[in-house]
T-cell receptor, first 114, second 114 residues
Framework: GPKVLQIPSHQIIDMGQMVTLNCDPV?????FYWYKQILGQQMEFLVN????????KSKLFKDQFSVERPDGSYFTLKIQPTALEDSAVYFC????????????FGHGTKLSVL | GDSVTQTEGQVTVSESKSLIINCTYS????????LFWYVRYPGEGLQLLLK?????QKGSSRGFEATYNKEATSFHLQKASVQESDSAVYYC???????????FGSGTKLTVEP
């Protein structure tokens, strides 16, 4: 079936540095999402993105976070600068539509901030 | 706020026995709750198992069933006879029809013993 690819699967970075997480969504999908899951906790919504714009974001989506999808390439989540509490698994998802449309998730990128 | 509760973090069931995984939700945002079960099999990304968007209706997939009970605000997942291949982590999720956001439960890890 359709797959969302996330690159890399694991990223280790020093606190204060910048990191970019990459997501290759399903090709004909229009809506893109990032979710964050801290170890042992629930997966939580960060942001969704449509037509080049952030549609909604949660309180977890701090000012240090940004998303973009330049020219239909990777959908990226950038964190600059990183903090220790950013350590988590970040899941990208895409969907063809909104509301009740099913989301297709990637395997996640584990981010370790040291 | 909107939230989902799964009370069991881990469940172990013998093959061919019945299963129930509990899920309750709280929906306070404006909009109509849509309910989902997602599953993550070992080594795979999160994928939709079933969804129900109308109260009182039942969804089913791969032998699993869940009924949207608006009065009890529940959406329990059931299967009459589990198989080893059902071993996975199951997530209940709530989506409000006006928004693109999913609220996930903490997940229930199902282990089916031979």
């Amino acid at each position: 079936g359709p797959k969302v690819l996330q690159i890399p699967s694991h990223q280790i970075i020093d606190m204060g540095q910048m990191v970019t997480l990459n997501c290759d969504p399903v090709s004909n999908h229009l809506y893109f999402y990032w979710y964050k899951q801290i170890l042992g906790q629930q997966m939580e919504f960060l942001v969704n993105f449509y037509n080049g714009k952030v549609m909604e974001k949660s309180k977890l989506f701090k000012d240090q976070f940004s998303v973009e999808r330049p020219d239909g390439s990777y959908f990226t989540l950038k964190i600059q600068p990183t903090a220790l509490e950013d350590s988590a698994v970040y899941f990208c998802a895409s969907s063809p539509g909104t509301g009740t449309e099913r989301l297709f998730f990637g395997h996640g990128t584990k981010l370790s901030v040291l | 706020g909107d939230s989902v509760t799964q009370t069991e973090g881990q469940v172990t069931v013998s093959e061919s026995k019945s299963l129930i995984i509990n899920c309750t939700y709280s929906a306070t945002s404006i909009g109509y709750p849509n309910l989902f079960w997602y599953v993550r099999y070992p080594g795979e990304g999160l994928q939709l198992l079933l969804k129900v968007i109308t109260a009182g209706q039942k969804g089913s997939s791969r032998g699993f069933e869940a009924t949207y009970n608006k009065e009890a605000t529940s959406f329990h997942l059931q299967k009459a006879s589990v198989q080893e291949s059902d071993s996975a982590v199951y997530y209940c999720a709530l989506g409000m029809s006006n928004y693109n956001v999913l609220y996930f439960g903490s997940g229930t890890k199902l282990t089916v013993e031979p």
